[in-house]
Nanobody, 124 residues
Framework: QVQLVESGGGLVQPGGSLRLSCAASGSIFSIDAMIWYRQAPGKERELVAS???????RYADFVKGRFTISGDNAKSAVYLQMNNLKPEDTAVYYCNAAIVTGTEVVGYRSLEVWGQGTLVTVSL
């Protein structure tokens, strides 16, 4: 079983910063990519930023220049540094990962795993 656990959400004033963390645990052979999504009340889930095992990153236009995604392959973790936060950044932020699980003995399979989400509220 593979799990993702997010942390770091909370209440912050406009212009402030937060750092989200997501750690994977379980029977992990490799992690091909880790992605941050968010879902605001009444809106669809949207991609925020992604990072591959090789370190390639991509960002949604609405966070470019403000958010930075980084990863730690040794810790099976991904981080999202969020600066200059705006009220419209208020959402539940979810971590998603493309994970290969298993062993040489039992075989390997690919999984898409989601975390439980962490709430970010940007307000005065």
């Amino acid at each position: 079983q593979v799990q993702l656990v997010e942390s770091g959400g909370g209440l912050v004033q406009p212009g402030g910063s937060l750092r989200l963390s997501c750690a994977a645990s379980g029977s992990i052979f490799s992690i091909d990519a880790m992605i941050w999504y968010r879902q605001a009340p009444g809106k669809e889930r949207e991609l925020v930023a992604s990072i591959t095992r090789g370190g390639s990153t991509r960002y949604a236009d609405f966070v470019k220049g403000r958010f930075t995604i980084s990863g730690d392959n040794a810790k099976s973790a991904v981080y999202l540094q969020m600066n200059n936060l705006k009220p419209e950044d208020t959402a539940v932020y979810y971590c998603n990962a493309a994970i290969v699980t298993g062993t040489e003995v039992v075989g390997y399979r690919s999984l898409e795993v989601w975390g439980q989400g962490t709430l970010v509220t940007v307000s005065l």
